[in-house]
């Protein structure tokens, strides 16, 4: 009770917090922006860059388009859409991350020939490598099932997604102390057994950190994903098409972000959930 | 029948490289069905060693270890021993209760089962009312004793253990003392039992093997014959004969007594 009164108390105030910041630095900063040497060190505050929140935050109400749905609306359809690739691509990401970390825990040579490569994919630019992915996606078809844009989009936040998981977790089944592994030695145990009663177990502090790095990057990949590859359906695809329309109409590229940022959250919420229902279970002195 | 023979054991870490160390060195012991021996010397004499090498977790350098009439490996496959760590060991994630079913359930033990004999070793160990509790809110003491009743819970016929009762104050150690004795007795268990302790070691044993570091080997093997033990054994001469008995090895005999 005490702990979620805490929790709504931050989440308010943070979002207080980010309010006043805007208005504030909208109200005192220069309009055309602070220029120092010749670079823009402070964005302009102008209605047309920094619209007021409260402008942004009505727009949520207007229809889209004239006459068309109203845009809290299609920004939460698009979301939704995005949260699908989202949500694939981090089970799975989660996953194949997993399943190296074991992979690598049992074989020092899997180790020590693998982790390069899983620390150099990460140092991919995700722009460079999302044409290369719907470029093999097109080509592709699951069974008779015709590959869809959206499985791209799902294939990067699984591509960034599995990465913190497989280094957390490997580091979490190396955790055990050596008298742990001699104990089960000493009792004949195998080393399925041993993963199951001795390494998983031991690994969870190391899990919910390293689940929590996997959701924010599974979001970010699905939206820049969509914003490179121009997905039809999901919010990073709103992210472009209403940036065209900044000069008209400002207050609408943030619904958009607002959304992105609303998803990220959420995805955030779910994981902290499920690690405080596990965490419930288990008294830590 | 033996219950563990070490012929010629020699035991060197990381040999041929930097930090070389001859932990063991021509160790001959042989233990019989249902003795009890316990392995005493100054720290670092490969106590501990002798110990992992019986339980096969490490392979020794030179000479052979049979356990139950097999080689070591075998026998720890056959789970023929049970064995309590010098430190306690506990999973953290597991209440007292399920660290004390560890090895039963390793060992397919109906639910049932592993809850009854989890509260029989717990109660033995006088720790019934913390079976709920994580090993993380126990003194190292308790932890300790919870270590002992998981060692005891599957009933092996061979027990290694390393200094069990050292972080135990002294009406517990000799509670356990008297238990461990009972239940090696009942179960007719061997025990390899490793200990600081001079007056535990002769308490408890058959024999007392007196060992000495650098390199480790045994130097002598001391026969103590006290008979069953009881309320008076602590105060028998037979008793204290055997305790100056065995200081007087751990000392060297070169070195002679000053007084008794
Ligand atoms: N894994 C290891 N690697 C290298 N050296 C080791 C290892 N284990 C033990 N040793 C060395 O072997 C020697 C014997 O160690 P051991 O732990 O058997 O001593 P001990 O008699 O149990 O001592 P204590 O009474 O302090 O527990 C020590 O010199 C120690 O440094
Ligand atoms: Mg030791």
Not at chain 2, 144 to 167: K, S, T, Y
């Amino acid at each position: 009770m005490n702990r979620r009164g805490r929790l709504v108390l931050g989440v308010l105030g943070a979002a207080v917090v980010g309010v006043l910041l805007w208005e504030g630095y909208k109200a005192v900063g220069d309009p055309d922006g602070t220029v120092l040497f010749g670079t823009r060190v402070l964005p302009r505050t102008d209605d047309a860059a920094m619209p007021h929140v409260w402008t942004i935050l009505s727009r949520f109400g207007e229809p889209e388009l004239a006459g068309g749905h109203p845009i809290w609306l299609v920004v939460l359809q698009a979301c939704l859409f995005t949260l699908r690739s989202v949500a694939i691509g981090f089970v799975a990401g989660g996953l194949v991350g997993l399943l190296l970390a074991v992979l690598m825990q049992r074989l020092r040579v899997v180790e020590r020939g693998l982790l390069p490569y899983v620390i150099l994919s990460q140092t991919v630019p995700l722009i460079a490598l999302a044409p290369v992915i719907a470029g093999w996606g097109g080509r592709l078809s699951i069974g008779t099932y015709p590959w869809q844009p959206w499985m791209s989009v799902t294939v990067i936040a699984m591509y960034l997604a599995f990465f913190p998981v497989a280094v957390g977790m490997l580091r979490g089944l190396q955790s055990p102390a050596p008298i742990a592994e001699e104990l089960m030695r000493s009792y004949a145990a195998g080393w399925w057994q041993t993963l199951v009663k001795l390494r998983l177990p031991a690994s969870t502090p190391y899990l919910f950190p390293a689940l929590r790095l996997a959701a924010a990057a599974a979001v970010v990949g699905a939206v820049v994903g969509e914003i490179s590859m121009g997905t039809r359906g999901g919010v990073g695809r709103l992210v472009i098409e209403y940036s065209r329309e900044a000069t008209t109409d400002p207050a609408k590229v943030f619904t958009a972000m607002i959304g992105a940022a609303a998803l990220g959250l959420a995805v955030a919420g779910v994981v902290g959930l499920s690690e405080f229902l596990v965490g419930r279970r288990r008294v830590r002195a | 029948m033996t219950a563990v023979v070490l012929e010629g054991v020699s035991k060197v870490f990381n040999a041929g490289r930097a930090g070389e160390v001859t932990a063991l060195t021509g160790v001959d012991l042989t233990v019989a069905s249902g003795e009890f021996v316990s392995l005493i010397g100054p720290s670092g004499c490969g106590k501990s060693t002798l110990l992992r090498l019986v339980g096969d977790l490490i392979q020794p350098s030179a000479g052979t270890v049979t356990v139950a009439g097999k080689p070591a490996r075998t026998a720890r496959a056959d789970q023929e021993y049970g064995i309590a760590f010098q430190q306690a060991g506990l999973f953290d994630w597991r209440t007292v209760q399920r660290n004390v079913e560890l090895p039963l359930e390793l060992r397919g033990a109906s639910r049932k089962e592993r809850a009854e004999r989890a509260r029989e070793m717990l109660e033995l160990v006088g720790l019934a009312e913390f079976a709920g509790h994580y090993p993380a809110q126990l003194s190292g003491g308790m932890q300790q004793r919870v270590a002992i009743a998981r060692a005891l819970a599957v009933h092996p016929p061979l027990l290694l253990m390393d200094e069990p009762f050292g972080a135990l104050d002294e009406m517990t150690r000799e509670r356990l003392q008297d238990e461990l004795l009972r239940i090696c007795a009942s179960t007719g268990t061997s025990t390899i039992f490793v200990t600081h302790s001079i007056p535990e070691a002769v308490y408890l044993s058959d024999r007392v093997v007196v060992m000495s570091a650098r390199p480790g080997r045994i130097t002598d093997v001391v026969p103590i014959d006290l008979g069953e033990r009881g309320e008076t054994t602590r105060q028998s001469p037979g008793f204290f004969t055997g305790i100056t008995k065995v200081r007087k090895a751990l000392r060297g005999d070169a070195m002679p007594l000053v007084s008794a």
